[in-house]
């Protein structure tokens, strides 16, 4: 059973930092590339990042380039999104995706 295991998030002012985590288990974690996707409510999904199966390559939007870093401990099975200097337009649910699973999702909220 495939399971996708979502914390960090939570609300910040700009210009702070927030660290997303993704517990994976139930495939294997070493053989798949995985991605962060957002989500603003009444929009549709935007892509983030995503990193591949080995950690070497990783990618990101243009919107979050330079400030936001994902990352992969295969002895965890984790993968995390590092988000630094963020902006009220990051304000958004937050989720991992590998294949056809999706984490929980995880509110991040950037406001004074």
């Known amino acids: 059973q495939v399971q996708l295991v979502q914390s960090g998030g939570g609300l910040v002012q700009p210009g702070g930092s927030l660290r997303l985590s993704c517990v994976t288990s139930g495939f294997p974690f070493s053989n798949y590339g995985i991605s962060w996707v957002r989500q603003v409510p009444g929009q549709g999904l935007e892509w983030v990042a995503d990193i591949s199966e080995s950690g070497e390559r990783t990618d990101s939007a243009d919107s979050v380039r330079g400030r936001f870093i994902i990352s992969r401990d295969k002895a965890k099975n984790t993968i995390y999104l590092q988000m630094n200097s963020l902006k009220p337009e990051d304000t958004a649910v937050y989720y991992c995706?590998?294949?056809?699973?999706w984490g929980q999702g995880t509110q991040v909220t950037v406001s004074s």
């Open positions: 995706n590998v294949d056809n699973y």
